[in-house]
Each structure stands twice: as structure tokens, then as C-alpha cells.
């Protein structure tokens, strides 16, 4: 933990006093998305002191020329980039022409921000005493609205504490903006066109390259004590900018008010040609419904996605707390509306890693879109990989792949390759299996089968033709390899045989192969498209499946585990809590070089493997696999502690699966890994959902069916939360003496319960 300024509460992320040094971190805390647009909690007015700006539009991107010293053969040329849009939420404010700067004023005291969760609004107040002797009382309260997505909503009100004073807001659009991670300090859109009309402003800007092009615009209004005022109101344009000036004069107690409807309406929904008239459609629609009715709609949209995704915990507040931010963030980030759309890693809060998808949606996130939401979101999520696919066959092309070989990228937007590190681009292709056991975990846990004829199984027939590809015969070994990878843990790179990479190859061919023979069965025309396009025949697949029976796993008969790859025991294996704490986290104190010739691991890599084929593997083979690894596991990844949380839990180490809960739950809130400021890590928030789903509460499918094997962990008096299992919900409460089970549906649904079966009809409880 580094730092503990949160204050806990079930709904709200809290934060009273002002403190300078935490303002970025804040930004980050505090952002708020609607799926289809997010922004930093930046300051509406100015600020002069540290700040990261940061306003993103989902699907916008640009491809940063990729920026290295050198230059490899199949090196991506360009990383490709969420875009920092045009900022539309600035109202600067004057008091006696004196700018109000919580940087520079004489005294801000009563500071308090709330992001109420449970409504989904954010608001700011504090009290300012200017340098000019003045004192005021702000209040800020702003949405992006998820009924009408294209619109941002803002209430910025200032009450007169002492004096008389006159009182100017200064509220614009800006599309002088840059990334903060821009590799060549480049601006990434070009302002095609500024304007302001009436009370109403616009700029037209298209991205450079990819030319995405957004309009961003606002509307606002002034009140003094709730009545609109009329005149001194002036306008201006500039190059990059459209800024409105409004002035009221005030005596003390009086409260005047700017309301500002904002936001972007883009390309990607609209004819280009039609993008402002589009905008006033919004805004329109905006005004005739006010801000007060379009906050209550708010209210009432969030109110229907808790009634779904809410995991209740009684008597751990911080766990409750930290729990529901991150469904509340998922929420934010991705509504599952359009398939174009996928999930990054930072979501609407940062521009680390690019904002571009990684194999966190098919490991983490999906099996949270599918069980909280209809099923058709997670096929959404899995359709935008089919959609993808010519892109990862022409990836593979790059790295001398043939015959229709896909590798799916580490990293991407659009489909192609962007990530421009070495041994994740070429070597972390782990990820191609991911892409297979979503697709996997869909089916069994949906029952949708028809994805596979349909769309799944081209993409399975191209990720076995890599892996057969991929892998070679040593002689020397009289088994099938897989060399030069970095597995999961990213600590190892250029490793030959990583276990998980050999055993997600072999399971991806023999489940494609399997999947074959049931299209071929059940599917028959849909086979015959799907060998027309993919060119397989029966000489390959016996190849591929020479390949799986055949493949090397390093095994240790002394320590009897397998080997994360065939050097491991090489190191000098020294447990983490041996380390010396000056040396954490060890990738902020030591050399690379240092890391990667140590035993530490960053996340779960072995571990995680058994976590995804876990009914392969017996409890106590996972008992000495967890052993054996997780006291070497630094967990520096924030994907780490949820899988090791699961199987703790499954382990019966109640105390050890909560500890690793709350390292991912409170992962940003606590900013465990002292980089929040930089964004929240949005993708490893689904696995909070599963480390009490799947670990506490034990949920797996076996023989098509739910099974739970309920825990609790100590100081928790009650815990529920509900799933759509094929379309009946199902609640499920768990305290330390039973759990009720309950369904919301037509039909019955049969359940495991620590391995016995139970009939649950619908609107009926059932406790164990």
C-alpha cells in the first residue's frame, strides 16, 4: 500500500482535504466513461500546479510511429495510440478578474470530491480565499450520460462567501491537445473547422493517418440564484478554440451558476458531412430534457446495471468499497454495444499502454461481460477477434508464418501488431491460446455452440496452423518444442519450453481438432465453407496432432513440478520474502539484465495454466505447483494476485486468498504498485469480480452445469452476487453458516453444491 487517503464507503470513493502531491493520482480515481467516451477528473477551471490532462474517445486512435534504436524484420512500424481528444470540460472562472487556481490561491479549505458509484456522478467543492481577499464556495457536479452516450453534462456553481464581486466564467473546447505518451512529441489531430453560434460551439478535427474525424462541441447557460441571465455574453474563436464569456455581479450569499452540455459526437456513427448538424441533434435533445432530468436518467441507467453486476459484502467495508469501484470502472469502460469496441488496459483513465486491446479481455474480462450482462456483449467481444483475423494471418505472414498461420497480436486496435518491445512482439505469443479458450470458455459457460460453425472455428484452425508451425522436433529431446518465448511471466524473456506456452499449444490443437469433427457432425455445410477457406486436410491434422501428443513439458522429479521452462532450475531460487525491501519492487530498483537472471516472477505463469485447465490437474498437483511458485512471485503484474487468489481459495487458505483479494480489489485505491497517477488498471478489475466469484464462491460449469463450492473468508458476515447462466439469473448469498440460492427466470436450473446436485425453480430460494 502507498498511500490511504480513500476514505471508505460501500458506494462512493471519497477524498477530503487538498493536498497538491495527490492531484494526479486523484485525476485518475475519480475518472468517469460512458463506454463510448471517459475523462481524467481534471479540474473544470484552471490549474497551474502538476496535472495530466486526459479526455479519450473509445475507438479513436492513432499510429504513433514506433520510436527504437534499431530496426528488426517484423518489427510493427507504429504503436498504435488512444487519443487524448479535445478537452471540452475547461471553465475557467474569474472573481474580480482574479483567476481562481486552487494552485496558487491563499487558502482552499473544506476540499471534498465524491464519484458516487451507485448513480454514477462526480463532484467537487471546496472553499477558496483568493489572493484578492475574496472568498468563495465552489460546487462542481459532472456525468457522461449513458442514456444519450455523445453527451457530457456539467453544473459548476460558485457561491459569493463575503463581499461583492463580480463573477466571470470562461468556459471553452480545446483541440490544442497532445499526448502525453507521444513518441515524437507530435500533435495528432488536425482542426478542420471552428464555430460558435449563439450559445453553442463546435470544432471539427480529424486524426492524422487514420483520419477518425470528431466533433467536439458544447452549449452552456449562466444563472444567478437559478434564473437564467441574459447579455454580457461574449464570444471568441481562435485556431484551436471556441470560448464563451458570461459575467454576473454578486453580492454575498448569491450563487451563480454555468451549466455546460459537452462532449463528442464522431465518424464512426455519423456521416462526416453531417457531424455538426448530428451535434445539435444532441444538444437539442439535451436541452429539452435539462440537466436535472438527465442526472435522474443517469440515476435510473446505473440503477439497472447494479441491479445485475453488484457483488453485496457485509462487514468489510474497504472490501465492499474496493469491489464495487471495480465493476463500477468495467461499467465505465465497456458497455458491450459495439462490437468495433474492446477493453484496454487503462480503460478511459491514462494513456499507458496505448489504450489498445491485450489477451487481458479473452483471460480476465470475458467471463465478467458474460456472466453480469446478456451473453451477446461477450460474443461482441469475441466477434471482434473473428473480425481481426485476416490482420493476424498477415502478422503472422510478417514472422515467415504460411498457409493461413494467424498470431494474434500482443497488442492492437485495429488488428495489426503494435507493440514495439522484442520479446513481447515476438516472443509472448502465449496470447494466440488465449484468443482459443475464450472461445472455449464462451461456449461451455453459455451453451452457444453455434458460435464455433460459425465464426470460432476459423479462428481456431489458424491459430493450430501456427502452433503446428511454431513448434519443431528435437532430436536431442525425441519431442516436439517451442523455442525462443517469454511466457506470461514477463521476467523471462527468450526461454525455451515455457510450460504454459507448450500446454496451451498442445490443448488449442486438440480442441480445434475435436471441434472439427463436431462441425463436420452436426454442421455440414458450415464444415465445408470453413474447409473451402482454410485449405486443411486430413495430412495436416494428423501433423497437428503429432505435435500436441508429442509436445516437451520440463518437469523437475526432484521438487515433482513442472518446470516453468527447461533453464528454471538454473537460477538460484531465493523466496521473495528473502528479498530485502529497499530492493522492491524490483522492477523500479534493478537492472533488467538483473531481473531476467533471477528466479522472480511477475505474475501467474505455471499457476495461471492450471488456473485456466484447472479440472486437468488434481488438487494437491495444484497444491505443489502453488507451493513451489507463488513464494517466488512477486507480483509486480496487476493481473497476479486474482489467479492466486483462486487458488488459495480452492486451496481452503481462506486467510491467503483474502490477502491476495484485497491486493487486486484496492490494487488503484491503495496504489499498491505506486503508479495510479498514471491511470487505473482497468482489464485486471474482471479479476476482482472472479477471485470472489470463482475463488470464494468456488463457481466453475461441470457437465453443463453451475456447481459452487462456497467459502468465506474470515470478518465477512455475508456475501451475494448473481450471474446469467443461459439466460436465468441466478443470486447466490453465502454467510458462514449457508447459502441460498435463487433463481430470476423461467426455467429450473440444477446446481452443484460442493458436488451435490440441487433443482432451483424459478422465484423459489434454495439453501445449502
Not at 175 to 193: P, Q
Not at 524 to 549: C, F, M
Request: net charge negative.
Amino acid at each position: 500500500m502507498n498511500q490511504d487517503y480513500i476514505i471508505p464507503n460501500k458506494w462512493s470513493i471519497i477524498e477530503e482535504g487538498f493536498e497538491k502531491g495527490r492531484v494526479k493520482s486523484s485525476e485518475s480515481l475519480f475518472s468517469i466513461g460512458n463506454g463510448a467516451m471517459g475523462q481524467r477528473a481534471n479540474f473544470e477551471e484552471h490549474y497551474s500546479g502538476p496535472s495530466f490532462q486526459g479526455s479519450y474517445i473509445a475507438g479513436v486512435y492513432y499510429p504513433d510511429k514506433t520510436r527504437v534504436g534499431w530496426w528488426k524484420n517484423g518489427y510493427p512500424e507504429h504503436f498504435a495510440k488512444v487519443l487524448n481528444a479535445p478537452n471540452w470540460i475547461g471553465i475557467n472562472v474569474f472573481v474580480n478578474e482574479e483567476a481562481l487556481d486552487l494552485n496558487t490561491c491563499q487558502k482552499v479549505s473544506g476540499f471534498r470530491r465524491e464519484l458516487n458509484m451507485k448513480e454514477g456522478w462526480y463532484q467537487r467543492s471546496f472553499i477558496a480565499l483568493l489572493q484578492n481577499g475574496i472568498k468563495i464556495k465552489v460546487e462542481s457536479t459532472r456525468f457522461l450520460s449513458l442514456d444519450l452516450d455523445e453527451l457530457g453534462a456539467i453544473n459548476y456553481k460558485v457561491e459569493l462567501i463575503s463581499g461583492a464581486a463580480k463573477i466571470t466564467f470562461k468556459p471553452y473546447i480545446d483541440s490544442g491537445i497532445t499526448n502525453t505518451d507521444a513518441n515524437w512529441d507530435e500533435k495528432f489531430w488536425k482542426i478542420l473547422e471552428v464555430q460558435a453560434e449563439d450559445e453553442q460551439g463546435f470544432i471539427i478535427s480529424k486524426t492524422l493517418k487514420t483520419e477518425f474525424h470528431a466533433c467536439t462541441y458544447m452549449q452552456s447557460e449562466l444563472k444567478l440564484n437559478d434564473e437564467k441571465v441574459s447579455g454580457d455574453f461574449q464570444k471568441e474563436t481562435t485556431e484551436d478554440k471556441v470560448i464563451f464569456t458570461y459575467s454576473a455581479n454578486a453580492e454575498e450569499g448569491d450563487v451563480v451558476s454555468l451549466r455546460k452540455f459537452a462532449g463528442y459526437v464522431t465518424d464512426m456513427n455519423h456521416n462526416q458531412s453531417e457531424l455538426i448538424s448530428a451535434t445539435k441533434a444532441v444538444l437539442k435533445k439535451a436541452a429539452e430534457t435539462g440537466f436535472t432530468k438527465l442526472l435522474e436518467n443517469q440515476k435510473d441507467a446505473w440503477a439497472k446495471i447494479w441491479e445485475m453486476a453488484d457483488i453485496t459484502i457485509d462487514g468489510d467495508i474497504k472490501a465492499q468499497q474496493g469491489i464495487r469501484f471495480n465493476i463500477f470502472q468495467l461499467n465505465q469502460t465497456y458497455s458491450g454495444k459495439d462490437e468495433r469496441l474492446n477493453i484496454g488496459p487503462k480503460g478511459f483513465t491514462g494513456e499507458k499502454y496505448g489504450g489498445s486491446t491485450y489477451w487481458d479481455t479473452e483471460a480476465y474480462c470475458i467471463p465478467f461481460y458474460m456472466a453480469t450482462k446478456d451473453q451477446q456483449v461477450a460474443r461482441n467481444l469475441l466477434t471482434y477477434r473473428y473480425n481481426h483475423l485476416e490482420k493476424a494471418i498477415e502478422n503472422a505472414e510478417k514472422l515467415g508464418f504460411s498457409n493461413g498461420a494467424a498470431l494474434y497480436p500482443m497488442v492492437t486496435m485495429n488488428g495489426e501488431e503494435s507493440h514495439n518491445e522484442w520479446e513481447i512482439t515476438f516472443e509472448e505469443i502465449h496470447r494466440n491460446g488465449a484468443m482459443v479458450f475464450a472461445i472455449y470458455n464462451y461456449v461451455r459457460y453459455t451453451g452457444d455452440f453455434d458460435y464455433i460453425p460459425e465464426k470460432g472455428l476459423e479462428v481456431m484452425i489458424a491459430i493450430a496452423k501456427f502452433w503446428h508451425q511454431r513448434a519443431n522436433f528435437s532430436k536431442d529431446k525425441n519431442k516436439y518444442v517451442i523455442l525462443g518465448v517469454t511466457g506470461p511471466n514477463e521476467y523471462e524473456n527468450n526461454v525455451n519450453n515455457n510450460w504454459y506456452t507448450n500446454y496451451i499449444a498442445k490443448w488449442c490443437i486438440e480442441y480445434c481438432l475435436e471441434m472439427i469433427e463436431k462441425v463436420k457432425d452436426g454442421h455440414k455445410e458450415d464444415y465445408d465453407r470453413i474447409i473451402g477457406l482454410t485449405r486443411i486436410n486430413d495430412e495436416e491434422l494428423i501433423e497437428w496432432r503429432e505435435v500436441a501428443e508429442g509436445m516437451h513439458f520440463p518437469y523437475s522429479e526432484e521438487h515433482g513440478v513442472f518446470l516453468q521452462q527447461d533453464g528454471f532450475l538454473d537460477k538460484e531460487i531465493i523466496p521473495v520474502d528473502q528479498l530485502d525491501r529497499m530492493n522492491r519492487p524490483i522492477n523500479q530498483q534493478w537492472s533488467w539484465d538483473r531481473i531476467l537472471r533471477s528466479c522472480y516472477i511477475k505474475q501467474a505463469d505455471v499457476l495461471q495454466g492450471m488456473y485456466f485447465f484447472e479440472d486437468q490437474f488434481s488438487k494437491e498437483t495444484l497444491e505443489k505447483h502453488f507451493d513451489f511458485y507463488e513464494p517466488l512471485t512477486v507480483h509486480e503484474s496487476s493481473l497476479s494476485p486474482c489467479v492466486h487468489s483462486i487458488q488459495a481459495a480452492k486451496l481452503d487458505r481462506m486467510d491467503q486468498a483474502y490477502e491476495f483479494y484485497v491486493r487486486t480489489a484496492r490494487l488503484d485505491l491503495d496504489d499498491y504498485n505506486n503508479e495510479v497517477k498514471e491511470g487505473c488498471h482497468i482489464t485486471s478489475m474482471a479479476g476482482t469480480w472472479i477471485s470472489i466469484v470463482e475463488g470464494f464462491g468456488g463457481m466453475r460449469i461441470v457437465d453443463d452445469q453451475l456447481s459452487f463450492h462456497p467459502r468465506i473468508p474470515d470478518g465477512w458476515q455475508a456475501y451475494s452476487f448473481k450471474v446469467n447462466f443461459r439466460n436465468q439469473i441466478v443470486k447466490v448469498e453465502v454467510n458462514s453458516g449457508k447459502t441460498t440460492f435463487k433463481v430470476e427466470g423461467d426455467q429450473s436450473v440444477f446446481i452443484l453444491v460442493k458436488g451435490q446436485q440441487i433443482e432451483v425453480n424459478p422465484d423459489e430460494s434454495v439453501s445449502v
